[in-house]
């Protein structure tokens, strides 16, 4: 088969699997759900002065949400992301497209990413696989991502676990930090290193810093398994087994927020990985992280319609400032200082 044809077949079947099959991790946690806010009683707040706002990569942000990298390449997917980008615009939020190879070796696609025109405004991050490093990817193809974007920045994905479990994936990861820190010194835009669902470790997130990286995305486990979306797209029985044993592989995305920032107080941290509301942002934040990053609820929403994103995003907003309310605390850095979150024994 064609690659770039191969290419679209597999987006197409990721965008099928994941909102039609189920693809979350069977066991494994966010391990979000160890914490808890410290409720006040008497905040001393009206609930119209909590400021919501933040900035992220020197752009503001009206709330601490990333719409995550989700798709790109079908008819679908354009729909999608021209849903989202809209919704991007319009309330200030950052929002990641999925991997642009696809429209790399087909430029007919392209057009399923080209929203900056749809949102002029937004922090937008374009997207390749750091694997595609080593197969005949290089600066070129980079700088070709982020002006089909207009991109504030490049999103390099790490995925092995995906890539060990895709049908003919791209398995050589060897040397890639050497050409990362390149990327890093040479791209005009911030390069920021996501994984896919199983998480960045302490040791790697070290790493990932000493070679230029400008942010990192911890993508932790507990929420989509893109092991298991590989497996229920596999025709090989050994590729669907192997899916289906590693689907709860992975850091919990609150260790991953601990152990980043382990390693760096201020490298600008985006916490994804299982997040489903505007709870589960305010944790990671509290935490430590500067953005919640949110997939699979975007998706679906968009999908459905775009009263159904719009209702979304007024729920996640409604529920980040109720935790505020009720924390006593009037805006997102008081959050992060005020000791408001506790981890249950």
Request: with cysteine; aromatic share 4%.
């Amino acid at each position: 088969m064609d690659g770039a044809i191969e290419t679209q077949n597999r987006k197409a079947d990721h965008l099928r699997v994941c909102l039609e099959d189920d693809v979350q991790c069977r066991e494994m946690t966010t391990g979000l759900e160890h914490y808890h806010f410290t409720h006040c009683c008497l905040p001393e707040l009206d609930r119209a002065e909590i400021d919501l706002s933040t900035q992220f990569l020197h752009k503001s942000l009206s709330a601490p949400i990333l719409i995550s990298s989700m798709t790109g390449g079908t008819d679908l997917a354009k729909k999608i992301n021209y849903r989202l980008a809209a919704i991007a615009q319009e309330y200030r939020f950052a929002m990641g497209v999925g991997s642009q190879r696809v429209a790399i070796e087909n430029p007919d696609v392209a057009d399923s990413f080209k929203i900056r025109s749809i949102a002029p405004d937004a922090l937008l991050f374009a997207n390749l696989g750091a694997v595609q490093l080593n197969y005949t990817y290089g600066i070129e193809q980079c700088l070709s991502a982020i002006e089909l974007l207009e991109a504030d920045a490049l999103i390099l994905h790490l995925n092995p676990l995906q890539e060990a479990v895709q049908t003919r994936g791209d398995q050589n990861f060897r040397g890639l930090l050497d050409k990362i820190a390149q990327l890093c010194e040479t791209l005009p835009v911030p390069v920021i290193a996501k994984e896919v669902g199983n998480g960045i470790s302490k040791q790697m997130a070290e790493k990932l810093i000493q070679s230029g990286i400008h942010a990192i995305d911890v993508a932790g486990a507990g929420g989509t398994s893109w092991a298991k979306v590989e497996s229920g797209r596999a025709q090989d029985p050994k590729q669907r087994r192997l899916g289906m044993t590693f689907a709860d592989w992975g850091i919990p995305t609150a260790d991953c927020i601990a152990q980043v920032r382990q390693v760096s107080q201020t490298v600008p941290l985006i916490a994804s990985g299982g997040l489903r509301n505007g709870l589960d942002v305010a944790k990671t934040i509290a935490l430590g992280a500067d953005l919640g990053g949110l997939a699979l609820p975007f998706l679906k929403a968009a999908n459905d319609s775009e009263e159904a994103l719009h209702l979304l995003v007024e729920i996640l907003q409604a529920e980040l400032t109720t935790v505020l309310f009720c924390t006593g605390t009037r805006d997102l850095a008081e959050l992060k200082r005020s000791n408001v979150l506790i981890k249950r024994n």
